[in-house]
């Protein structure tokens, strides 16, 4: 069984940094692209970062370039995402989730809630 | 604002079908597949459909997927009160500094 399940989420304040991990199981991680997508309270999906299996093509949102970076080991079978220069705009449950082929996410994890306010 | 547009509500008696729109553009739906999301209040979203009308083991037939063009339709025929949920269409876009994009959700109300 495919699960995904992120960590590192919690209350920091603006400009602060946090990194949130995804540690998957149940699938070989190196084999897939992997991406996050985040929420807003209240709001829709906004994907936020996205890496290949190798690490070769990395992609990033206009919103979180220069702030965010992604990053994988798959010797670890974990998902990263190291976030710096925090805005309150960047409020949100943060989910990880695995890319297959050239299709959107399929399995998602639970999710992780990341607050950034004074 | 989202790149794909859903309306923001539907709504529908049990028994009923419902269809929910995602319409996009020729670098996003027009070139890639489509899948949609069920997403339960204070839950992560759960994939419903890919690759335009494929269901993953598990999801009952009641739930469909199409696409035409730049634009792709989930039906839910059957309507049960356990459907309330929002529903949001996702793709990949080739646009630069964009790789998957998502609709802004659609909020299905089973009356």
């Known amino acids: 069984e495919v699960q995904l399940v992120e960590s590192g989420g919690g209350l920091v304040k603006p400009g602060g940094s946090l990194r949130l991990s995804c540690a998957a199981s149940?699938?070989?991680?190196?084999?897939?692209?992997m991406t996050w997508v985040r929420q807003a309270p209240g709001k829709g999906l906004e994907w936020v970062s996205s890496?290949?299996?190798?690490?070769?093509?990395?992609y990033y949102a206009d919103s979180v370039k220069g702030r965010f970076t992604i990053s994988r080991d798959n010797a670890k079978n974990s998902l990263y995402l190291q976030m710096n220069s925090l805005r309150a705009e960047d409020t949100a449950v943060y989910y990880c989730?695995?890319?297959?082929?050239?299709?959107?996410?399929?399995?998602w994890g639970q999710g992780t809630l990341v607050t950034v306010s004074s | 604002q989202s790149v794909l547009t859903q309306p923001p509500s539907v709504s529908a008696a049990p028994g009923q079908k419902v269809t929910i729109s995602c319409s996009g553009s020729?670098?996003?739906?027009?070139?890639?597949?489509v899948s949609w999301y069920q997403q339960l209040p204070g839950t992560a979203p759960k994939l419903l459909i890919y690759?335009?009308?494929k269901r993953p083991s598990g999801i009952p037939d009641r739930f469909s997927g199409s696409k035409s063009g730049t634009s792709a339709t989930l039906g839910i025929t059957g309507l049960q009160t356990g459907d309330e949920a929002a529903y949001y269409c996702?793709?990949?876009?080739?646009?630069?500094?964009?790789?998957?994009?998502f609709g802004g959700g659609t909020k299905l109300t089973v009356l």
């Open positions: 020729s670098s996003n739906i027009g070139n890639n597949y």
């Open positions: 989730a695995r890319l297959t082929g050239s299709s959107p996410p399929d399995y």
């Open positions: 890496i290949s299996s190798s690490s070769s093509y990395i």
């Open positions: 690759d335009n009308d």
């Open positions: 996702g793709t990949w876009d080739s646009s630069p500094s964009v790789h998957v994009v």
């Open positions: 149940g699938f070989t991680l190196r084999s897939n692209s």
